[in-house]
């Protein structure tokens, strides 16, 4: 399987903005839910965003909503992540995720790490103050 190709990352000042992607062309889950998550040092990697398979709908961790918005072009078989009022805090290694295996509607169970089976690599984001 083709590892999903992930990009976009870098240096920003507090309330600068990034928009990072996820190029999944390859994969067999490139046209169902995908997700990004994001590690910080010491920390449990956790979710940031859910887009569905049409990208109608959408799930956001409560600490980016508002602020980050998530999409995707299945004609292209990516999915995006705008990241907009970015905040130290943002600062962690982001990786997007498919093969998504749980409920088939939305809810803050998306958002786990272990319904998720197939994993990009990281990019690292990293926001100063």
């Known amino acids: 399987q083709v590892q999903p190709v992930v990009s976009g990352g870098g240096s920003v000042q507090a309330g600068g903005s990034l928009r990072l992607s996820c190029a999944a062309s390859?994969?067999?889950?490139?046209?169902?839910?995908m997700g990004w998550f994001r590690q910080a040092p010491g920390k449990e990697r956790e979710g940031v965003a859910v887009v569905t398979t049409s990208g109608a709908s959408t799930y956001y961790a409560d600490s980016v909503k508002g602020r980050f918005t998530i999409s995707r072009d299945n004609a292209k078989n990516a999915v995006f992540l705008q990241m907009n009022s970015l905040k130290p805090e943002d600062t962690a290694m982001y990786y997007c995720?498919?093969?998504?295996?749980?409920?088939?509607?939305?809810?803050?169970?998306?958002?786990?790490?272990?319904?998720?089976?197939?994993w990009g690599q990281g990019t690292q984001v990293t926001v100063s103050s």
């Open positions: 995720a498919a093969d998504y295996r749980g409920p088939g509607h939305l809810g803050s169970w998306v958002l786990g790490q272990d319904r998720w089976n197939y």
């Open positions: 390859g994969s067999p889950y490139s046209r169902n839910w």
